[in-house]
């Protein structure tokens, strides 16, 4: 290969990556728009969120088993083509669930692009630079959800929702063409004779209840509905049923079995605990930001660019320590207090709190999860043998999206039930005995007297507004607590490094030479 077409190669490869990650975090600007537009509830609309992230999840383990079967560029060229049309369809839904049937299968097709692209970038440098390419495709993971509210807000607010999906067309087009003429076989093809039908279905099974019950149980009064019984039975039963078959069998789609590696499994618990924190920071703050600090859209989206400049130059640093022998765990143990500190500052947020406030914190989010990016994946690779290592790799991506994925619908329960709490707090400080609240009622009268309503109907006002800002302040709080939980998650989950910190050695991403 010339060196121009390799240079094309990976940055069609690194585009498809970024376009496959936007979509993870574009929408959920537009949330509030598409909710209006199409008639559905906030939390029938939070599917068109949830149905791509479980998509990612069933597809992004089995990746390497089907680029196997079907021939890696056949399968690659493949998933753009589903992608790119999917993307054509959910601009053109015309109600909710048709949108949120096409952006599970445009999940499907963009897990191949986020995997397989890691793949070949890997491949395209050497050995002795891939510290260096791991940098350059942590970049692509980290700027994708990053640009995406930004990008979102922008074309929600001066032209119209559809086209956060249209957008995608014409570059899968480009992509598709590109890797048409670009794109090969790897050099050794992983051999895998028999089809693991039992183990897809079951994860497939598994994923897609699990993730249903947690998404519908706050709405539907959980265990009181015959619906979330029978699929928490389901979940269960396939899930454990998927582990026993995985382990039992010789060809497994999934290798259960490299989570024997103490490194890798503790990778695992950081990875899920990072895509936990990274995907509910991304999907909460634009609504505080828009229903509670009263930006727009495209506003929202301009406060991640700062921490998005700063994260460049994290990951180039990044790759700098760990081509230097810096430990990964010394570089995940900096990322977590960074991100942990990030959601201390939020959970401190108020009313009032401004854009610049937003932004400077959402810096240090974006530092944190710039420098977890790759060490986490040498970490979960460390320990393992070479045939192991993309396995390990898959596993570890999965895991990642699986927080994500479960950690909307858990954040969304939650803030629900600290919402009620919160509510019920405040109210019942609104009583007669309470002069402070007394007085603020009688100023709001006054108010309204002034501006020529009678009596009642400005004490009517009054009540009206007073029960408005009790809402705002309950929802802010219940926001407040949802950011105290993530960063918590974190500081729980970060001894974990303990366990590791002697037995971590550098390993120069050999993952990324085998078709994971």
Same mark, same amino acid.
Request: aromatic content about 12%; some cysteine; proline content about 3%.
């Given at each position: 290969? @010339?060196?121009?077409?390799?240079?094309?190669?990976?940055?069609?490869? #690194?585009?498809?990556?970024?376009?496959?990650? =936007?979509?993870?975090?574009?929408?959920?600007?537009?949330?509030?728009?598409?909710?209006?537009?199409?008639?559905?509830?906030?939390?029938? $609309?939070?599917?068109?969120?949830?149905?791509?992230?479980? *998509?990612?999840?069933?597809?992004?383990?089995? $990746?390497?088993?089907?680029?196997?079967?079907?021939?890696?560029? /056949?399968?690659?060229?493949?998933?753009?083509?589903?992608?790119?049309?999917?993307?054509?369809?959910?601009?053109?839904?015309?109600?909710?669930?048709?949108? &949120?049937?096409?952006?599970?299968?445009?999940?499907?097709?963009?897990?191949?692009?986020?995997?397989?692209?890691?793949?070949?970038?890997?491949?395209?440098?050497?050995?002795?630079?891939?510290?260096?390419?791991?940098?350059?495709?942590?970049?692509?993971?980290?700027?994708?959800?990053?640009?995406?509210?930004?990008?979102?807000?922008?074309?929600?607010?001066?032209?119209?929702?559809?086209?956060?999906?249209?957008? /995608?067309?014409?570059?899968?087009?480009?992509?598709?063409?590109?890797?048409?003429?670009?794109?090969?076989?790897?050099?050794?093809?992983?051999? =895998?004779?028999?089809?693991?039908?039992?183990?897809?279905?079951?994860?497939?099974?598994?994923?897609?209840?699990?993730?249903?019950?947690?998404?519908?149980?706050?709405?539907?009064?959980?265990?009181?509905?015959?619906?979330?019984?029978?699929? @928490?039975?389901?979940?269960?039963?396939?899930?454990?049923?998927?582990?026993?078959?995985?382990?039992?069998?010789?060809?497994?789609?999934?290798?259960?079995?490299?989570?024997?590696?103490?490194?890798?499994?503790?990778?695992?618990?950081? $990875?899920?605990?990072?895509?936990?924190?990274?995907?509910?920071?991304?999907?909460?703050?634009?609504?505080?930001?828009?229903?509670?600090?009263?930006?727009?859209?495209?506003?929202?989206?301009?406060?991640?660019?700062?921490?998005?400049?700063?994260?460049?130059?994290?990951?180039?640093?990044?790759?700098?320590?760990?081509?230097?022998?810096?430990?990964?765990?010394?570089?995940?143990?900096?990322?977590?207090?960074?991100?942990?500190?990030?959601?201390?500052?939020?959970?401190?947020?108020?009313?009032?709190?401004?854009?610049?406030?937003?932004?400077?914190?959402?810096?240090?989010? *974006?530092?944190?999860?710039?420098?977890?990016?790759?060490?986490?994946?040498?970490?979960?690779?460390?320990?393992?043998?070479?045939?192991?290592?993309?396995?390990?790799?898959?596993?570890?991506?999965?895991?990642?999206?699986?927080?994500?994925?479960?950690?909307?619908?858990?954040?969304?329960?939650?803030?629900?039930?600290?919402?009620?709490?919160?509510?019920?707090?405040?109210?019942?400080?609104?009583?007669?005995?309470?002069?402070?609240?007394?007085?603020?009622? /009688?100023?709001?009268?006054?108010?309204?007297?002034?501006?020529?309503?009678?009596?009642?109907?400005?004490?009517?006002?009054?009540?009206?507004?007073?029960?408005? #800002?009790?809402?705002?302040?309950?929802?802010?709080?219940?926001?407040?607590?949802?950011?105290?939980?993530?960063?918590?998650?974190?500081?729980?989950?970060?001894?974990?490094?303990?366990? &590791?910190?002697?037995?971590?050695?550098?390993?120069?991403?050999?993952?990324?030479?085998?078709?994971?």
């Amino acid at each position: 290969m @010339t060196p121009l077409n390799r240079k094309l190669l990976i940055f069609t490869v #690194i585009l498809a990556a970024i376009m496959e990650l =936007i979509d993870i975090s574009i929408v959920n600007v537009a949330l509030s728009h598409m909710s209006g537009n199409l008639g559905a509830t906030l939390e029938d $609309t939070s599917w068109v969120i949830t149905a791509y992230a479980i *998509a990612n999840v069933i597809i992004i383990p089995i $990746t390497s088993f089907l680029s196997a079967n079907l021939g890696r560029r /056949n399968y690659y060229i493949g998933s753009v083509i589903l992608f790119t049309f999917c993307s054509f369809m959910c601009g053109h839904s015309s109600n909710i669930w048709m949108l &949120v049937f096409f952006r599970f299968f445009q999940g499907i097709g963009g897990g191949a692009l986020l995997s397989i692209s890691q793949v070949v970038v890997f491949e395209l440098f050497p050995k002795e630079k891939q510290s260096t390419a791991g940098a350059l495709f942590g970049a692509g993971i980290f700027i994708g959800p990053t640009i995406g509210p930004t990008l979102g807000g922008y074309i929600t607010e001066n032209y119209d929702w559809p086209w956060i999906f249209l957008i /995608n067309v014409p570059i899968g087009i480009l992509v598709m063409i590109s890797c048409y003429f670009l794109l090969r076989e790897p050099l050794v093809k992983p051999e =895998i004779s028999k089809v693991d039908w039992i183990g897809i279905s079951l994860l497939a099974i598994g994923v897609g209840a699990l993730q249903t019950v947690l998404e519908r149980g706050e709405v539907e009064d959980w265990f009181e509905t015959r619906y979330i019984v029978i699929l @928490t039975v389901i979940a269960t039963s396939t899930l454990l049923a998927f582990i026993y078959w995985e382990l039992s069998i010789k060809n497994p789609v999934v290798n259960l079995r490299v989570l024997k590696s103490k490194s890798l499994s503790i990778a695992a618990v950081l $990875t899920f605990v990072t895509g936990f924190g990274m995907f509910i920071s991304i999907y909460i703050t634009p609504v505080v930001a828009q229903r509670l600090l009263s930006f727009s859209p495209y506003q929202t989206g301009l406060l991640l660019l700062p921490g998005a400049l700063f994260a460049l130059l994290a990951l180039k640093t990044c790759g700098t320590l760990l081509q230097k022998g810096v430990s990964p765990v010394i570089i995940i143990a900096a990322g977590f207090l960074l991100f942990i500190y990030f959601n201390w500052r939020m959970s401190e947020m108020t009313l009032n709190t401004s854009a610049a406030e937003v932004a400077s914190s959402l810096i240090f989010r *974006a530092l944190g999860m710039a420098l977890l990016t790759v060490p986490l994946t040498m970490l979960a690779v460390s320990s393992l043998d070479d045939k192991d290592v993309g396995q390990g790799a898959a596993l570890n991506n999965m895991m990642r999206q699986l927080g994500g994925s479960f950690g909307v619908s858990i954040i969304n329960t939650y803030v629900a039930h600290r919402f009620a709490a919160h509510r019920n707090e405040l109210i019942s400080s609104v009583t007669p005995d309470n002069i402070l609240a007394m007085d603020r009622i /009688n100023a709001y009268i006054k108010y309204f007297q002034s501006k020529g309503f009678a009596y009642n109907e400005a004490k009517f006002k009054a009540l009206k507004l007073m029960e408005n #800002i009790v809402l705002r302040q309950s929802s802010l709080l219940s926001y407040r607590d949802a950011f105290f939980l993530v960063g918590l998650f974190f500081v729980v989950t970060l001894p974990l490094l303990l366990f &590791v910190i002697n037995k971590s050695k550098k390993r120069k991403s050999d993952f990324i030479i085998s078709d994971h």
